[in-house]
């Protein structure tokens, strides 16, 4: 038995099969994960049926059916040991204080599908569940009856909607730009009186730019005061319309048309009905904000703050990465100081991200920003401009935290360009820094992009130091805008992996959140692998190039 044994281990056959085994049980584990949250962020989108169950005791309860479970033996008797219960979004917050309502199978005697019954999605509240009874206006009725009540909502709906965006367009897009240059205005005022000596002023020193910068603001609050008129009678014609809706219980409840974002009849749709509204879902989720503290609505922002970061992160992390290496395998005489700059790089990478981020918010943010609103921003105090959390500081801190596998992967595919090319190159007559630039790194290119591709992943799901450097829950601002420069890197942002982190832990209902939290992550997902993709499709590229490459 023992030479068998030996003759197996002597063989490597063994660490073969062991490592293989291993191998597969990571890629199940990676790919169930993958289904696991697939299926459930892609099954948020699908219009469910709504079920109306009629109990023992004579109540009923609408809803959609989310799950069920075997009742634990440790239930109170109300659950008798062997029974199942099942789960139902009943929605109706507002009402009755929660989402979601657990039944015991056995205490239900009917269940229906009515193809009444109404979904309403709110903007505040979230789902509501119930029956039309009437619509009115200012309190005076114009369509009574289930299906009469019915036909007059849906164009209603759309009118509001229109509203919306009209309210949206304002706010975010007139009085922005106003606000925006009436600030501005104002800065521009306050830097020139610093710059005068004491006791002067600027109608005195300069009177013309004095008298331009405050009619600028004199327009520019004209205009404002109009669109803030605009916007109250927008805001009347938006409450205008009230819908009475009965829920389950048989309580009747106004609710503003406005207030509504969308109304099914789930029970009556068809496939393709379900379908076109699943499109249109997906898409909302892509391009829209959340709302009701990110449990609900889209990930616009996140995205753009994601993949903003990851940029910004790239653009620092390459070039810094790929210069150190050089200067290390290239240029740096082999020595004490060199070995303890690698081991420093080593170490480096093995920092905890928590760690780096508070380093980064109190060298970048408090000392570098702090000089920097000193010396170029002093008229924006104390309110800081780079002084507090934002983008640069987020992605200079992520760069400090990835560098280390960009210089390391950048080394290994210098060192694995043969010394025959160097040799050849120099010896036909180019200098060193031509023959690195022109041979030795197109060829070890592959190798860098993998160092690159490690630290797009790490990147993009770091969460920790961006809590301290610039993430917030709701940024009211994107970092990316029509304004110039176009690109501000001194804006906080919202970041997907601080999503799922905020509206996992942080959201006072998680059940109703727990299917955003499978769509954002499924969204993180999506963009760290094409980001990987599209550099694993150049690297491939480059590896065909120069087929000399070992990498």
Known sequence: MKTWFRKILASGDLFIWASGAGLSIALLMVIGLVVLVGINGLGFFWTSNVWELTLDDGTHVIGELTGSEQIPKSVTPEYPQGKTRIQVKTGNRDLYGQDFRWIDETRIVTRTTPSDIVLLERREWGNMYARIQAIHSQSFPIASGGDAAWHALLPLIDNATMLHTKIRHIEHGEISDLSNTITQARLKIKKLEFSLPQGQRLQDTNPERYTQLYTTIHDAELQHNKHISSLEKLYVDLNTYTAIFIDSSGLETPLSIGNIIRALRPNSMNFSEKLWHYIVKVWEVLTTEPREANTEGGLFPAIIGTVMMVLVTSIIVVPVGVITALYLSEYAR????????????????????????????????????????????????????????????ASLTLALLTVPVAIVSTEEGLSSVPRDYREASLGLGATKFETIWHVVLPIAMPGILTGFILAIARATGEVAPLMLTGVVKLAPELPVDTIFPFVHLERKFMHLGFHIYDVGFQSPNVEAAMPMIYVTTLVLLIIVVTLNLLAIALRQRLRRKYAGSTV
């Open 334 to 393: 082999q020595g004490v100081i060199v070995k303890i700059v690698r081991i420093a790089i080593n170490n480096l990478a093995g920092i905890p991200s928590i760690v780096i981020g508070i380093f980064g918010l109190g060298f970048f943010i408090y000392a570098v920003g702090g000089t920097i609103d000193t010396f170029f921003f002093a008229e924006t105090l104390p309110n800081p401009t780079f002084g507090t959390g934002g983008l640069l500081w």
